[in-house]
């Protein structure tokens, strides 16, 4: 059997680490809505899909999906990979955005 991957509670993470994940979900788009909420991770523990709409997820689709992954993050924690992942992507993005600029 496979080593079990490194992971966090989703409650121990902050406005900003729930913000990174999103993009490693693909859920990216709604990062700024998700910083300018603020949501953190005991938070998004919590949401219920009118949460996640009044947030500013507009998709029933994305927030079926999120909640799905949240369910999962909650039972098995949020593997490290996917922390390291979403932080990677944003830092990408503000480097791109400055360089629009």
Known sequence: MP?????RKLASLSVAEVCGLLPA???GKYAAAFRAFPV???QLGVAADEDLEEVGVASGMHRRALLQRVQQ???DGVPLTLLADGA??????AAEAEELS
Do not use: I, Q
């Open 88 to 93: 990677k992507r944003v830092a990408e993005a």
């Open 3 to 7: 080593p079990r991957p490194a992971t």
């Open 40 to 42: 953190n991770g005991s």
């Open 73 to 75: 993050f909650l039972e």
């Open 25 to 27: 979900l693909d859920l």
